[in-house]
């Protein structure tokens, strides 16, 4: 307990901002554990693994409730359906919380809350489910593949069919299985201010446990911390939370010293601070994004970092830069996406997105990459990525491109998936502005 809110009742207020107020889980949990930082680390642990796991799950949880309550949960009050929600992924999920104490839980938090009224309804629905939860019949895979999938993994029905379309069932099986495995927490050694083997041993002196990621020497897989904030190495600037298939932008960059890099869509400023590490000081990096917010957490990373070649900008990519023409050796597109490549950490993103979204998607980062292609020199280098596995965001987007504008020419490209070498979804292509146009 804390001031008299329990960490059942955070989770489910976390769920509220996230469900039905459509905030960023990611965002609205962080900010909870730093509110709460005095919570001891086992109920941190609970927190985070019962909210993040509750949304991660959730048309699962759905479909179990439906299985079972005559009222369907799109017609509940929105606090009794997540609720519900969070105590059904106990009852299935949580095998050390007695049934009876998640049932008894969920009826004191319904009666905290004011729906005292429901609290019979409440007791009954998820007495029903502790009984029978083994015996519930989850939808054929042969008969019904699609909601076979969407039940079992909690990936939407329509996100399933264009998977199926574009890799077939088996690939987008590993995809949706992917997002429910356990996802490593990687790093980028600062190189500006310190060696990879300085930072292991660093880390491992505040209790954290290190593994080496071989392709990346200044790379690192880290756990068995409490919270990273209050790591003396992160505060310090010793490293940068990144994704390896995050790091590879900056690998597929490769600038060279004095080299001058234009990132248009830069915010937090991860990919553009790798790019300036290895310039080793020389060149500039100018990241831009488009609200001052965005630009102030481009900021204070050039701060912590200590990076003296990297300059933030508020820009509108959209808008055309005169000033910018031929200005880039390189210039880095890693553009608005629908995000459907880090779902596995950003676990709310699949019920936020809509096909109709993804398409408006595609026409603004075809509008991005039109409007600012014009900054990279002649010999110089075009970067485009996503963070997303739909082909139209992708492989479609620079096809698209290099007909259009046939001045440039594409390295190379790679579609990375969700589960594999590179842990997230990604898409990277490296393109090449012709010395004759």
Not at 138 to 159: C, G, H, I, Q
Request: with cysteine; charged share 30%; aromatic share 10%.
């Amino acid at each position: 307990m804390t001031n008299g809110v329990s960490v059942r009742e955070l989770v489910l207020d976390i769920l509220l901002e996230v469900n039905e107020k459509e905030q960023y889980s990611h965002l609205v949990i962080r900010d909870v554990l730093n509110k709460y930082q005095y919570l001891e680390k086992q109920e941190r642990a609970f927190l985070t693994r019962l909210a993040e796991g509750t949304i991660e799950h959730m048309l699962e949880l759905d479909f179990i409730i439906n299985s079972f309550s005559k009222v369907k949960v799109n017609k509940m009050k929105p606090l009794i359906r997540n609720l519900l929600r969070m105590s059904v992924y106990q009852l299935k999920y949580m095998d050390s919380i007695p049934d009876a104490a998640v049932c008894n839980e969920a009826v004191k938090l319904a009666r905290k809350r004011g729906f005292g009224q429901l609290r019979g309804f409440v007791n009954g629905v998820l007495r029903n489910i502790a009984r029978e939860l083994n015996h519930l019949q989850y939808p054929d895979e042969k008969l019904e593949p699609v909601r076979f999938l969407e039940v079992t993994y909690s990936v939407p029905a329509w996100m399933v069919e264009q998977w199926i379309k574009d890799f077939g069932y088996d690939q987008t099986k590993g995809i949706c299985e992917s997002f429910l495995k356990e996802r490593p927490i990687t790093i980028r050694t600062n190189l500006t201010k310190t060696t990879p083997e300085a930072l292991k041993s660093k880390l491992e002196a505040e209790g954290v446990t290190v593994e080496k990621i071989e392709k990346l020497p200044y790379a690192f897989e880290i756990s068995g911390y409490d919270y990273l904030q209050a790591l003396e190495s992160f505060a310090g600037g010793l490293f940068y939370v990144q994704d390896v298939s995050s790091m590879m932008v900056a690998e597929m960059a490769a600038p060279e010293k004095e080299n001058y890099v234009i990132d248009v869509c830069a915010a937090p400023g991860g990919k553009s601070s790798h790019v300036a590490e290895k310039m080793a000081g020389t060149g500039m990096v100018e990241a831009r994004d488009l609200t001052e917010y965005k630009v102030s957490l481009i900021e204070e990373n050039i701060e912590r970092h200590g990076l003296t070649n990297m300059t933030a900008v508020q820009m509108d990519a959209t808008v055309y830069d005169e000033a910018s023409k031929e200005k880039a050796d390189v210039l880095i597109c890693d553009l608005p996406c629908s995000g459907l490549g880090v779902m596995g950490k950003k676990t709310d993103i699949r019920y936020k997105m809509t096909a109709e979204k993804q398409r408006d998607l595609v026409q603004l980062q075809r509008q991005i990459l039109d409007t600012v292609y014009t900054y990279v020199k002649k010999g110089g280098t075009l970067v485009y990525s996503t963070c997303t596995i739909y082909k139209d965001e992708n492989a479609g987007n620079v096809d698209w491109f290099v007909k259009k504008h046939p001045e440039f020419e594409v390295i190379s490209s790679e579609q990375m998936f969700p589960g594999g070498e590179y842990h997230d979804g990604f898409f990277i292509a490296k393109l090449r502005r012709k010395e004759i146009d």
